[in-house]
């Protein structure tokens, strides 16, 4: 089994030591917690992460939280080693835009810089930021920019008329090396044909393993007839703890946090969601407190008040370990991971549950190879600062 990659997550909506709501099919406000997203916490979130040894770091996208580009061109500078997986939507500007804003971002950052497109799944969002497709249209153009994207970094000169977009001599003055890393995810039928024709990674989000193992199936038939082959990786929450008791007294600490009228006006705010992956999300719980461990170790109440990624691993740190090896023996080689809030979360994790997957062969830091690995920092109890 080949060596896994880590990623953290920045919440550049707000951090709190309760579950902080909002997020996908969301609207603007439903977000924010008892630390706000200031550059100061976010630079706490990422040493954190480097220290670790978390290879990127995804910064979410969407009208609840600010501006991914900006933000984590901002924190590369306060980084050595960390990548910025930054979601991105692609129709909002331009596919020539986009692709030399990639190549800027690589050559200021050292070549730190991977992109998960985020097509959009839900219209009257897109409409807010001027975009009045449909989802299907969205995924064609997304199909249409992707392509042309691909052509420009490989530093052709594209001349493209499609059904959505259009470029004459489009060409970059310098292309990005190293190329970035394209992370997509989704799971309509139009999805699928867009992961296997353009990404280097599918992402799912946590659902249970053989659900998993039956999507990455799905993808790569559709990836090796267009003669390719994809990396795969999985969106998670997190709760590590020395016992599996303490990892459960968490989780049931957030779950009391969590107001009722809350759970009841957010389920039917992502009830009308227009995403497949949101819809299975929702169907792990049902809107209900009850039966919510709906696979061993796998927990499903940050769904309940969140859009996106719904479930959190949950257990003693050696049944974590044990999860991401049942995972990474489905195809998954790479892990998108959080926790509120996440400083602590990072901590617990990367201090209990990596140690444990480097003895067992699946991960090594990725400074061992001999590269300078960023010195401690202090643990971070508040974001005031």
């Known amino acids: ?149 691909r052509a420009l970094w490989r530093g052709e000169s594209v001349s493209f008329a499609g059904e959505h977009l259009r470029v004459e001599d489009a060409r970059l003055n310098r292309v990005p090396d190293p190329v970035p890393d394209i992370y997509f995810g989704g799971s309509s039928a139009a999805a699928g044909r867009v992961a296997a024709r353009h990404v280097d990674a599918y992402l799912t989000w946590g659902e249970p393993p053989a659900a998993v193992a039956e999507k990455i199936a799905w993808v790569n038939g559709l990836a090796e007839a267009e003669g390719r082959t994809l990396r795969y990786g999985i969106r998670l929450h997190v709760i590590s703890r020395d016992t599996s008791d303490e990892a459960w007294a968490q989780a049931r600490r957030l779950l009391d946090g969590i107001d009722p009228a809350t759970v009841e006006k957010v389920q039917a705010g992502l009830g009308r969601s227009e995403s497949e992956g949101q819809k299975r999300m929702l169907a792990l719980h049902g809107g209900s407190r009850d039966g919510l461990e709906i696979s061993p170790n796998l927990w499903a109440g940050v769904g309940l008040v969140r859009g996106g990624a719904g479930t959190a691993l949950v257990g003693s740190h050696a049944e974590v370990a044990d999860r991401i090896e049942e995972y990474a023996r489905l195809g998954i080689t790479e892990f998108v991971m959080s926790g509120h809030p996440h400083v602590e979360e990072a901590y617990w994790f990367g201090e209990g549950v990596l140690p444990i997957l480097r003895g067992r062969g699946l991960w090594e830091h990725p400074a061992a190879a001999g590269a300078h690995e960023p010195a401690s920092i202090p643990f971070a109890s508040t974001g005031s600062s």
């Not at 550059?39 to 290879?55: P, S």
Request: with cysteine; hydrophobic share 40%; glycine share 12%.
């Open 1 to 149: 089994m080949t060596h896994l990659t880590f990623h953290w997550f920045l919440p550049t909506y707000g951090d709190s030591r309760d579950i902080v709501g909002g997020g996908h099919g969301l609207p603007p406000g439903a977000a924010g917690g008892a630390r706000p997203a200031t550059l100061a916490y976010l630079r706490q979130i990422v040493h954190a992460a480097e220290h670790l040894g978390f290879v990127g770091a995804l910064t979410p996208t969407g009208a609840w939280c600010e501006d991914a580009w900006l933000t984590t061109a901002m924190l590369t500078e306060t980084t050595e080693r960390l990548k910025f997986l930054v979601a991105f939507r692609p129709g909002l500007v331009t596919p020539t835009l986009a692709a030399q804003m990639g190549a800027t971002f690589q050559r200021h950052s050292g070549g730190r810089l991977l992109l998960n497109v985020v097509t959009g799944g839900e219209s009257h969002e897109q409409r807010a930021y001027g975009d009045f497709l449909d989802k299907d249209a969205r995924y064609a153009r997304t199909d249409e920019f992707l392509h042309i994207v």
